[in-house]
């Protein structure tokens, strides 16, 4: 599902929002999660999972195509764990 599926969704579910302020609340909340990584908080969706920002250490790397070392710089990356619905869900058989 991409952005404007989920947008979409939630119009058709909800006939009294128009398409433009679902568009707004989805987009707000996207922001605002992006807002509070970038200060470095946990995000937690009970039941969906928690992303979090988890810093990798510089280290030394090699090029795959020619297998010289290269240096890898320090840096910060978007962490995501299910939640327990969501992984029960997703294990349901």
Not at 22 to 47: Q, S, Y
């Amino acid at each position: 599902m991409i952005r404007s599926e989920l947008v979409q969704k939630i119009a058709d579910e909800n006939p009294h929002l128009y398409q433009k302020d679902v568009e707004r609340i989805v987009g707000t909340i996207f922001d605002e999660i992006i807002n509070a990584m970038a200060a470095g908080d946990r995000v937690e969706l009970r039941g969906f999972g928690a992303f979090s920002v988890k810093k990798r250490k510089a280290r030394l790397g090699r090029n795959p195509r020619t297998g010289e070392a290269v240096n890898v710089a320090e840096k910060h990356v978007a962490f995501f764990k299910t939640g327990k619905l969501l992984r029960d869900r997703l294990n349901r058989i």
